[in-house]
Each structure stands twice: as structure tokens, then as C-alpha cells.
């Protein structure tokens, strides 16, 4: 053995890695898994495979499906006193470097250290597998100190669009296309929120609505075109509780009961009150600081930390809307008499890839530490992207239009969601009392084939400041021709973009 690799070094060869004896992920396995990724980046798309070979890479996500598989949708976490902190970290987006120096400067998971990754691991960044691949080691090793939580990036069709469907088939050839439905088949089974002591409330995109009660000798309705989306209301913490994880792509036209999953990793924050729908991105709704009141004191919490919002995404709601600013990884959106609703981003200098001629951020990221006995007053930790970064070419195409490949995604998803083990049950709980009808909400109501031609153009036009802004899936069921449009304007504009 020790000839051999002797051999390997000398041939300038790399020795794969393999699970220690024992077939578990130790945390110095974990430790030098890091390093060997981190050692392949600098070396081109080829070198990767050669140091986690393919086998590897299934052992780790088939493993760690089935440890999120028996995960809740809501995760109740109450550390011990054993585990000191909770450390929540916010997109990541494949800016695996970045991530590298985020555990050299504010420590790695151990057995007394919490950690809580707030979704959007992969797309954009030229490392979303290497991200993954290490996250979800680490889950592996530690899965009571390390928790994964699904964003809107952790699905077919964001995959299919910003890049990590393309990246792993670049790095695991033919390998790539199992590899990738194993993938889809982990982010099915992410949880979708953690409850940190009962008080502080993690999610990736924002608020949500619960489904329709079931009526009494009424047929349950199926997706939402069935219901009148007005009369849905603010769901509640029991209404996240008795949901589903969201399939393979949360998405309520293709089933109501994915509608939980659907608003809660594409919401957005507003300064003006009421909740309505979210007109940038064409899926998941608005809410103001009165909304998250309500969801603060009615549900007990002090705090929701989310993600989902880089410095491009901000950008042209910090001028037009008056919303903070993100760039040093953290903004203070809603500050309220129970508590406060968070922003927190955690990959600097992003996007990796800018469309020429396009602005840079050059943003700061951030973690928080949550300390006991409170939890509920984090501690903020800035810090700088690497640069410059290793050599590499984006996975999609910056300018816009997605990446075409010969099999769908969409329908490797749908193979996958007809064996999900997923029942996605509709919550059977209404929050009773509770209306939603505010100012946007109310001009729907007015005129709503003219908001869903405004909810169309203002998606198509605003691009995709997160990268996924606008849902294809939602728009092609109003207008075929709006998906169209949508993806000449993302040419036009760049994604990425303000
Ligand atoms: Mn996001």
C-alpha cells in the first residue's frame, strides 16, 4: 500500500479517496475530504472524479437521503448543554473556496458545535459539488450537530437553469447522470425549517400560506387553480409541521400540497404591509412587517433568520423599496415588538460569474452564532471572499438562457417524485383567523388578469437576480409565450443582474 502510493505520487497521480474502515465518515475523513476537494479545485474540472471517485459520491448521497429521509419538515432542535452554539450559515452557491475559509475562520462542526446550513448549496459558483459532496459528509459524520436545509437552488428545475446539472456532468461524465438523480432524490428529503429552543425560526426564503382546510364532503382541492388563492392565509408553525418537503421541485400548480414547501424557500421580505404575491421572482409571496408580527407573536419566536437574497437580488429592492442593504452578509429587515425577521448571506463576492459589462458587489458574507441560554440574539461574523479564485468557466450561460441538455431534468425529477416515499400530506390545520387580505392582495382581486400580465412582465424584465427569479413552471402555466419572453429578457439583461 505504501508502495503504491509512493507510485501514485511520484506519477503525479491522486490516490481516490475511500470511507474508513467501518464504512462511516470520520470527522478526520471529513477533514481531509475538504482538503483533497479543496487541493482538486485549483486543478482543473478533471481532477475531482480522480480523488472522489464516483462510487464515493453515491455511498455519501444515498447514506445522507436516507438520514434527511427520517428528518421532519420542520426540524425542533434544542442543543444540549453540551452544544454551546449554533452556527447558521446562508447560501453558499457553490462557492466551495469561500466555504473552505469559512470553517478556517469560525470552526467546523464538532461535538459541541451546532451547525445549521441555510439552503442554496449549489448553482452559480463553479463548486456546488464539492459543496454538497462536504455538507453532506459532514451530516454523515455528525448528524446531530450538523443540519441541511433545502432552498429554492435544491431542485430540478434551478439545477437545469443556473448551472449544477451541467457541473456534474462535466466533473462525473458518464457517472453524472445518476449521480445527479441521487442528488435530486437528497434534496427531496431536506428539511425545510429548524425551530432552534422553541424561539428562533430558520428558513431559507420567507413566510408561507397554508393550504385549504378540507371541506366536508367537498373533494380536496388538488393544485391551486382549483381554490381562490385570496382566501388562503397565513400558515402557522403546526401548518409547517404536518407538511410535505416540496417533491422533487415545490411547486403548488403541479400539487396543493406542495404549496408550503413552494412560499417558504421563494419568499421575500417588504417594507410595506400585507402579503401578496411575489411579483420579482413570479412564485412565493411579500410580506410585511405586520405579517411577520403576527407569525412572531402568535407562534412564540423571537427571530427568523433567512436567506435567499444575495447582494444582486437586494440590490434594486434597496433603491426602489427602501429594503437594507446586504453586503456585509446580513441586514435587519423587520424589526417588530416580538422580535426581528434576519437576512443572512454567506457567499462573498458573489456571483462568481458577472455578465460582461455587469456590476460587482464585491460583497462581504456572514454567519451567526445563536449562544445559550437566549439563542435568539445572534452574534454576526463578516468576512471576505479568496481571491482570486481558481481558474474556472461557468456551468451556465451568464448571459441569461439556460444551458440545453438532451434529457430533461424536469423529467428525471418526475420519474423520481412518482417513487417519492414523500407522501406530501396537506397540512390539516387552518390558521383560523388570520386574514391575508392586504393592499396587493385587494388589487389583485380588482383586476387580476391584469396583475398576472404585470406578475408576468415584471418577472420576465426583472431577470434573475437570484439567479432563479422567475418560476418557468408557474409561467408556462398562465402563457407559454411569458416563459418565452422571460428567457430573451434574461439574455437581454444577463442573470445575475440588479
Ligand atoms: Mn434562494
Redesign the pocket.
Given at each position: 500500500m505504501a508502495d503504491q502510493c509512493a507510485e501514485a505520487k511520484a506519477a503525479g497521480t491522486v490516490e481516490p479517496l475511500q470511507l474508513p474502515a467501518g464504512g462511516k465518515p470520520s470527522v478526520d475523513f471529513v477533514k481531509q475530504l475538504q482538503q483533497s476537494m479543496l487541493d482538486a479545485s485549483w486543478k482543473g474540472v478533471g481532477a475531482l472524479s480522480q480523488v472522489v471517485p464516483a462510487k464515493l459520491v453515491t455511498q455519501i448521497l444515498t447514506k445522507v437521503s436516507n438520514i434527511l429521509d427520517a428528518e421532519p419538515t420542520l426540524l425542533e432542535v434544542q442543543p444540549s448543554v453540551s452544544q454551546q452554539r449554533v452556527t447558521v450559515v446562508g447560501?453558499t452557491h457553490g462557492q466551495y473556496i469561500d466555504l473552505c475559509r469559512l470553517f478556517d475562520l469560525f470552526g467546523q462542526p464538532s461535538a459541541e458545535r451546532i451547525f445549521m446550513f441555510n439552503?442554496?448549496y449549489v448553482d452559480r459558483g463553479a463548486w456546488g459539488v464539492e459543496t454538497l459532496l462536504l455538507l453532506a459528509a459532514w451530516k454523515w459524520a455528525l448528524p446531530r450537530n450538523v443540519y441541511l436545509l433545502r432552498?429554492?437552488?435544491e431542485g430540478a428545475y434551478c439545477t437545469k437553469h443556473y448551472g449544477f446539472f451541467a457541473e456534474v456532468m462535466a466533473k462525473y461524465g458518464a457517472a453524472g447522470k445518476t449521480i445527479y438523480k441521487n442528488m435530486l432524490r437528497l434534496f427531496s428529503h431536506l428539511p425545510l425549517a429548524a425551530l432552534v429552543e422553541a424561539k428562533v425560526l430558520i428558513l431559507?426564503?420567507g413566510l408561507f400560506r397554508a393550504p385549504p382546510a378540507k371541506t366536508k364532503g367537498q373533494p380536496r382541492p388538488r393544485c391551486i387553480q382549483d381554490i381562490d388563492e385570496e382566501s388562503l392565509e397565513l400558515g402557522t408553525l403546526d401548518d409547517l409541521r404536518a407538511a410535505g418537503k416540496g417533491g422533487v421541485d415545490p411547486d403548488p400548480d403541479h400539487s396543493l400540497a406542495q404549496l408550503i414547501a413552494s412560499d417558504l424557500?421563494w419568499s421575500d421580505p417588504s417594507p410595506t404591509a400585507g402579503m401578496g404575491h411575489n411579483m420579482l421572482r413570479g412564485v412565493g409571496q411579500v410580506f410585511g412587517p405586520d405579517v411577520t408580527e403576527r407569525f412572531l407573536s402568535q407562534n412564540g419566536l423571537r427571530l427568523i433568520i433567512r436567506?435567499?437574497?444575495g447582494p444582486d437580488a437586494r440590490h434594486k429592492r434597496a433603491t426602489e423599496q427602501k429594503m437594507p442593504s446586504v453586503g456585509s452578509g446580513y441586514s435587519v429587515d423587520h424589526e417588530t415588538p416580538s422580535g426581528k425577521l434576519v437576512t443572512l448571506f454567506s457567499a462573498p463576492d458573489y456571483p462568481q460569474f458577472a455578465a460582461e459589462g455587469e456590476e460587482r458587489y464585491h460583497n462581504r458574507a456572514a454567519v451567526l452564532h445563536l449562544s445559550a441560554p437566549d439563542y435568539a440574539t445572534p452574534a454576526v461574523e463578516s468576512f471576505e471572499a479568496v481571491l482570486p479564485r481558481p481558474e474556472a468557466a461557468p456551468y451556465y450561460d451568464t448571459a441569461g438562457g439556460a444551458a440545453d441538455s438532451e434529457e430533461s431534468t424536469e423529467s428525471m425529477g418526475r420519474e423520481l417524485e412518482h417513487h417519492s416515499s414523500d407522501t406530501e400530506q396537506a397540512s390539516p390545520v387552518a390558521a383560523a383567523g388570520i386574514s391575508n387580505s392586504k393592499q396587493q392582495v385587494a388589487a389583485a382581486a380588482h383586476d387580476k388578469p391584469q396583475q398576472e400580465q404585470q406578475q408576468q412582465i415584471a418577472a420576465a424584465a426583472a431577470a434573475a437576480a437570484?439567479g432563479?427569479q422567475s418560476h418557468p413552471l408557474q409561467q408556462a402555466a398562465h402563457s407559454p409565450s411569458a416563459a418565452r419572453s422571460s428567457k430573451k429578457s434574461r439574455t437581454e439583461q444577463g442573470a445575475g443582474a440588479r
Open positions: 447560501d439552503g442554496d432552498g429554492n437552488h431559507h426564503g424557500v436567506s435567499h437574497e437570484d432563479c
